[in-house]
């Protein structure tokens, strides 16, 4: 016997069978599969990822999902990396979803992208933009200079390849054996150009320190209105004061006020116009020289010898003839060193350490104005020692050892040799535009005028200490730019 089911049955049966899974409903409208809010990197992509479903809350396949994105923000579809722009539209798959990428812009902001599907409720996303990697750091002080056992902090801030501020750590390390550092602070160990590396990332800068030994220097600051300016500083930039002003009859025809300290450091000579000048420590001015009995060369520095004698340069006159005089630092005494001679030139006098010589450059052997050779002459007898060194702009050391000059008119390397006109050997140095060194008390160190870099592709003319011996070379940072003229004080 057969069982036969009823009609209604066999209906509902068949119904079933043939009926497909229905996919799960979810809430109505536009929801973000990926974050809403999201914060990252300037230039970051993100993908930004949408869900759309019917009011039913069925998934809603081809559906055109409208994205707009603010402020810097950009968009750009998937699989089109090169095109980026504030619109986008875009049709959601089988699986109701639609995607761009947000490529975050370089303002450091926060900006929303609105999504939009006809018939449904506006969403928004809200993005933050983060500084970048560090690419550039920037330490400071960038340059010092400090006796040996000071201590000072450094800081160092990075930034981003757009010149937004990173927060991230920047460390220190010592670069060589002149400077040490520990937790922000540098000590200077030894004397010499000490070096610290400062390092955030993969971005790095360097820091530099002068470690100086101990002493005074007077200087001129700048051109113009202020040529005449006295300045007086330690070598570690400390003690920075302005000895005198400049005053129009200061102005210079040539090359400046030349300042240059007497034997025992009480008083700076100098040239303003056609006179020579002292200053005391409290800026009291007198004449020491006014110039009347002849005319004073202006391109010649005075120099002050231990026997309280001031050499300095006369000339030209009418024969064509420059020479050098010297005068007591009271003012008496003035006369001739070097004879005059048509056409002759000896300037640039430099007495020994005990006065009893100088030396100069002249022209007697070339005859030439361009071609100077160095000599020394007696100043009891007269007498003419030729050394006839090729050189210019003597220097004679307070140790008596060792004479500085310039190679030539033409070229500004420094270049040292014995009194005797031996053991010629160079410095390492090169001098500016103010050709002016000045020795050490102790005969270790010249300071220099010479170039110093800006940061901004210029140079300026600066203040350096030179070691002799080494050819070591560390500049002074100074808060005048074009400082020159250095005179180291006994």
Excluded at 49 to 68: N, Y
Excluded at 142 to 162: C, K, N, Q
Excluded at 370 to 389: C, E, K, P
Aim: with cysteine; proline share 8%; net charge neutral.
């Amino acid at each position: 016997m057969r069982y036969v089911l009823p009609a209604l049955a066999l209906l509902l049966l068949a119904a079933c069978g043939d009926s497909p899974t229905r996919p799960p409903s979810g809430p109505p409208g536009i929801t973000f599969v990926t974050s809403q809010t999201t914060s990252d990197t300037i230039r970051a992509i993100v993908p930004l990822v949408v869900e759309v479903r019917d009011a039913d809350g069925q998934l809603q396949a081809g559906a055109s999902v409208l994205f707009e994105a603010g402020g810097s923000l950009r968009l750009g579809l998937v699989g089109d990396p090169d095109n980026y722009a504030r619109q986008a539209t875009v049709l959601t798959g089988p699986d109701g979803r639609a995607q761009v990428q947000v490529r975050l812009g370089t303002t450091l902001q926060e900006a929303d992208v609105t999504v939009a599907v006809t018939g449904q409720q506006t969403v928004t996303a809200r993005f933050r933009v983060l500084p970048g990697a560090p690419f550039l750091l920037v330490a400071t002080p960038g340059d010092s200079m400090v006796y040996p056992g000071s201590e000072y902090p450094v800081t160092g801030a990075a930034r981003d390849l757009w010149g937004h501020m990173v927060p991230a750590a920047v460390t220190f390390t010592a670069g060589n054996a002149h400077v040490s550092v520990a937790n922000g602070v540098v000590r200077a160990e030894s004397v010499g150009r000490g070096f610290l590396i400062a390092r955030s990332g993969n971005a790095v800068d360097t820091l530099w320190v002068s470690v100086v030994p101990r002493g005074v220097l007077a200087a001129r600051p700048g051109l113009g209105p202020d040529a005449g300016t006295l300045v007086v500083f330690n070598t570690d930039g400390s003690g920075y004061r302005v000895l005198r002003e400049g005053t129009g009859a200061d102005a210079p025809r040539i090359r400046g006020v030349f300042p240059t300290w007497n034997g025992d450091g009480s008083e700076l000579v100098y040239l303003s116009g056609s006179r020579i000048m002292a200053t005391d420590a409290a800026g009291a001015v007198r004449v020491v020289w006014d110039g009347t009995a002849a005319p004073l060369d202006p391109e010649q520095p005075p120099q002050v010898s231990s026997d309280g004698w001031i050499y300095f340069g006369v000339g030209p006159n009418a024969r064509a003839a420059r020479t050098f005089w010297r005068v007591r630092t009271d003012g008496t005494g003035a006369g001739p060193v070097s004879a005059e001679v048509q056409g002759r030139i000896d300037t640039h006098p430099s007495p020994s350490a005990t006065g009893d010589a100088v030396v100069y450059q002249t022209n007697r052997l070339t005859s030439s104005t361009n071609n100077m050779s160095l000599r020394v002459v007696s100043t009891a007898t007269g007498v003419v020692r030729a050394l006839d060194v090729p050189g210019i702009t003597p220097r004679w050391s307070p140790t008596g050892e060792w004479i500085a000059y310039r190679v030539s008119a033409f070229d500004n390397r420094l270049r040292v040799m014995r009194s005797d006109g031996t053991g010629i050997r160079p410095v390492g140095a090169e001098l500016g535009a103010y050709p002016v060194f000045s020795w050490s008390r102790d005969g270790v160190w010249l300071a220099i005028s010479d170039n110093q870099p800006t940061g901004q592709g210029s140079v300026m003319d600066g203040v350096s200490l030179v070691n002799v011996a080494t050819g070591e070379r560390l500049p002074l940072r100074m808060p005048a730019q074009d400082m020159g003229q250095p005179a180291w004080k006994p």
